[in-house]
């Protein structure tokens, strides 16, 4: 029987998942976690692809331990929780090509691709999707740019050394970067808000004139039934009488 997971690295916790699949076996579900954690603590911080495969008579328990999801890994190496919401719009970290060559390095053996070059090409458009930067510069213009051969030398060297000063400055225009994206944010939030405020202002104005929209009648006129005469004016039944007292 094979059950297959992605826990936290090191930090498996027991779940319905594990216990509707293993607990009927027999399995020892709390010596299970124990193993995982321990197989898994080198991806600490990380969600790790596990596959159980157990053996029903024996009750005997192989654990097959597979590298992160690419995107686990570009997380860990910008020290992130999460994505961005708008990847197209606000980026959430800046990557080196070289580190780039080490996720792609990490992950070729589970890959479909062939050679490290297209692994990279992987890696870069996980980068689309998560809103980083490579380079200083968007993801998907980085991937033209391999396409190019522009970054064949690092490539074909396997380099994934960094250097501290050429990391320093990544992290540096990051922080512009950054500034101009609150900035943005910030004025798009104060849009927003007087656009909601112009909204209610409109709606309120309309139930202003909803309120005052009858008329009074006009001058010499009867007012209609249930209103009140306009100052001066008889009011109608009073009027019809004097009529008639004319009459007689």
């Not at 597979?66 to 929780?81: D, F, N």
């Not at 309120?211 to 008889?234: Q, W």
């Amino acid at each position: 029987m094979e059950v297959k997971l992605l826990v936290e690295g090191g930090k498996m916790q027991p779940g319905p998942a594990v216990a509707q699949q293993l607990g009927p076996l027999g399995i020892n579900l709390g010596q299970l976690i124990t193993d995982v954690n321990e197989a898994t603590k080198g991806f600490s911080g990380m969600k790790v692809p596990v596959v159980l495969d157990v053996d029903p008579d024996t009750k005997a328990v192989e654990i097959s331990v597979s590298s992160p999801p690419v995107s686990e890994l570009v997380k860990k190496e910008l020290k992130l929780e999460k994505g961005s919401a708008e990847a197209h719009k606000y980026k959430v970290g800046n990557l080196a090509i070289e580190q780039v060559i080490a996720v792609a390095k990490t992950k070729l053996p589970n890959l479909l691709d062939k050679t490290l070059k297209a692994a990279v090409k992987t890696v870069v458009g996980t980068c689309v999707s998560l809103g980083v930067l490579i380079e200083s510069k968007p993801a998907a213009d980085i991937e033209k740019a391999i396409d190019k051969g522009d970054f064949d030398t690092e490539i074909n060297a396997e380099k994934t050394d960094l250097d501290p000063t050429k990391k320093a400055k990544l992290d540096t225009a990051f922080k512009k970067i950054t500034k101009a994206q609150d900035k943005q944010r910030a004025e798009e939030e104060a849009a927003e808000a007087e656009a909601a405020a112009a909204k209610e202002a409109a709606k309120a104005a309309e139930g202003a004139e909803g309120e005052d929209g009858a008329e009074a009648p006009a001058d010499g006129e009867a007012p209609a039934e249930g209103e009140a005469p306009a100052e001066g004016e008889a009011p109608a039944e009073n009027a019809d009488a004097k009529t008639e007292e004319k009459k007689e």
